[in-house]
């Protein structure tokens, strides 16, 4: 059986609140893997460090093969490795690369027969 995978509510920074928002994945205070959570500063504090991180998301595996390194959320600047089942190949230019707004560079290509070729 799957279940979805939750995570602790984030440490409050000192001084610091957490900005509630309606994203996917963020339920009742629960946090999805992959959630995006931003911190804000109490009256005449500063932050130290990011308010939020994008992220980008799991894309799924590619029609006969698989990606690599398989994880919830990627940082930006992973890139993604495509593998093909024996017999296939992936018609790939460049790699799929997280960028820093949390989007990927290219869509996950597909792996073809080497027959189709």
């Known amino acids: 059986m799957c279940s979805t995978i939750q995570c ?3 440490v ?3 001084n610091g ?3 509630q ?3 996917p994945g963020m339920d009742g205070g629960r946090y999805a893997v992959g959630s995006l959570v931003q911190f804000a500063c109490h009256g005449a ?3 130290e460090g990011e308010a939020s991180k994008p992220r980008c998301s799991y894309v799924g595996e590619p029609k006969d093969g698989f990606i690599t390194p398989t994880k919830f959320a990627y940082d930006p600047g992973d890139e993604l490795e ?3 089942n024996p017999g296939f190949e992936a018609m ?6 997280c960028l820093p707004d949390g989007k990927w560079s290219s869509p996950i290509p597909n792996c073809t027969n080497y027959t189709k070729i």
């Open 45 to 47: 504090h500063h932050l």
């Open 82 to 84: 495509i593998v093909c």
């Open 12 to 14: 409050l920074p000192v």
């Open 92 to 97: 790939l230019v460049e790699r799929p690369k």
């Open 8 to 10: 602790k509510p984030p």
């Open 17 to 19: 609140h957490l900005i």
């Open 21 to 23: 928002s309606e994203a």
